[in-house]
C-alpha cells in the first residue's frame, strides 16, 4: 500500500514562486519514479513534471525552466518547485506514482493571481 500526501498549495501573484511537496509512505519511494501532474476543471490531468528512482527529470514544455522537480529518497518526498508562476498553472496539483497500480494523492490547489 503506498500513500501519498501533498502540501505545499496556495494563493500567490503571477511572477511568484510555491514549493509543492508530497510524501510518500512506503518502502518503495526510492526504487520509484515520481510525478506531478496538473488539473483543471473539465480537462484531464496532464503530466506536469516526473523524476525517475535515479533522479533523471522531464518537464511539460509550458514549464520548463521554471519549474524544477526533486526527490529526497531519505525522507520519501518529492518536490516541485514553481517559480515564476503564470495564471495559466492554476490548477490542482497531484503526486502520483506506479506500483502495480495508479497511486495518487488527493491534490493540493495552486491559484495564480494576475
Known amino acids: 500500500q503506498v500513500q501519498l500526501v501533498e502540501s505545499g498549495g496556495g494563493l500567490v501573484q503571477a511572477g511568484g514562486s510555491l514549493r509543492l511537496s508530497c510524501a510518500a509512505s512506503?518502502?518503495?519511494?526510492?526504487?520509484?519514479?515520481m510525478g506531478w501532474y496538473s488539473q483543471v476543471p473539465g480537462k484531464q490531468r496532464e503530466l506536469v513534471a516526473g523524476i525517475t528512482s535515479g533522479g533523471s527529470a522531464n518537464y511539460a514544455d509550458s514549464v520548463k525552466g521554471r519549474f524544477t522537480i526533486s526527490r529526497d529518497n531519505a525522507k520519501n518526498t518529492v518536490y516541485l518547485q514553481m517559480n515564476s508562476l503564470k495564471p495559466e498553472d492554476t490548477a490542482v496539483y497531484y503526486c502520483?506514482?506506479?506500483?502495480?497500480?495508479?497511486?495518487w494523492g488527493k491534490g493540493t490547489l495552486v491559484t495564480v493571481s494576475s
Open positions: 512506503g518502502s518503495i519511494f526510492s526504487i520509484n519514479a
Open positions: 502520483h506514482t506506479w506500483y502495480g497500480i495508479d497511486y
